[in-house]
């Protein structure tokens, strides 16, 4: 019989395969691109870069042109066969703590993928983000003390760095690189994942900010 630490790393291969990644987000952690889509309406953007894409999900979101990035080599083999017919969609596989492109674009997302970085990893994007992006947008779970099942879900999760939402905003907005323009937040319809929506301006835009769309 495995021991936790193979089951653990077996858990963790079968949700490398984007067929099982997909399933278990659209039955157990369902409606973000609705959310997404909700709480993105009426921003101005036709470029987006994606950090920590996954299966390209919400390369759909909008019809803007989209750069997905991933470490995992099967989701951005995945993407690529996926979206080999649409050129406005391209993956690369590269690590989102050291980012180096001098592409621009008018739109960052975050989406489910702060939980996985470190301080020090979410410090060195934003060094890179803020030259690079002039919104930023971030969703991510946040706990849920009363639940027993989606305390467990949340300790399965491979992410070690599950952050209160206060929380989230401080790293997010430390050393004025990005100013919180909206926030917002959400459970799933099943009731176990919980999710803050921020929307974030790099402060290089300030003085021709908007107001919350
Ligand atoms: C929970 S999944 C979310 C995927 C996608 N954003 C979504 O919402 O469907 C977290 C993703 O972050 C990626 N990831 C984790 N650490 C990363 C890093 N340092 N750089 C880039 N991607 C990373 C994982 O490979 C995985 O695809």
Redesign the pocket.
């Known amino acids: 019989m495995p021991g936790t630490g193979q089951l653990y790393q077996k858990i963790h291969d079968l949700f ?1 395969q984007p067929f099982v ?2 399933a278990y ?1 659209s039955v157990v952690d369902g409606g ?1 691109g609705r959310q997404i889509q909700k709480f993105l309406r009426g921003l101005p953007y036709s470029s987006v870069v ?9 390369s759909q979101v909008s019809d803007a042109a989209y750069l997905g ?4 080599a099967s ?1 951005i083999a995945g993407c690529k066969k996926r979206y080999a017919d649409d050129p406005t969609k391209r993956f690369i596989q ?4 050291s980012l180096d492109t001098t592409e621009r674009f008018d739109l960052g ?5 702060l ?3 470190s301080d020090d ?1 979410v410090e060195r ?1 934003l060094s890179w983000l803020q030259h690079t992006v002039r919104y930023f947008f971030v ?1 991510d779970l946040y706990p849920i003390h009363r639940n027993p099942l989606s305390k467990w879900l949340y300790q399965m ?3 070690s760095f599950i952050r209160q939402p206060h929380v989230q905003v401080e790293l997010l907005t430390s050393r004025d690189r990005f100013r919180l323009v909206k926030q917002g937040d959400y459970f799933a319809p099943t009731g176990l994942y919980r999710h803050t929506l921020l929307l974030l301006e790099s402060a290089r835009y300030e003085s021709n900010s908007i107001d919350a769309p």
Not at 69 to 72: E, G, K, N, Q, V
Not at 109 to 113: A, E, G, K, N, Y
Request: proline share 0%; net charge negative; aromatic share 8%.
């Open positions: 490398e990644f997909n987000q973000k994606d950090i920590g894409c996954g299966t390209g999900n919400w990035i991933d470490t995992s989701f590269a690590d989102a703590a997302m975050l989406i489910s993928v939980h996985h970085l990893q994007l969703l999760d491979r992410g």
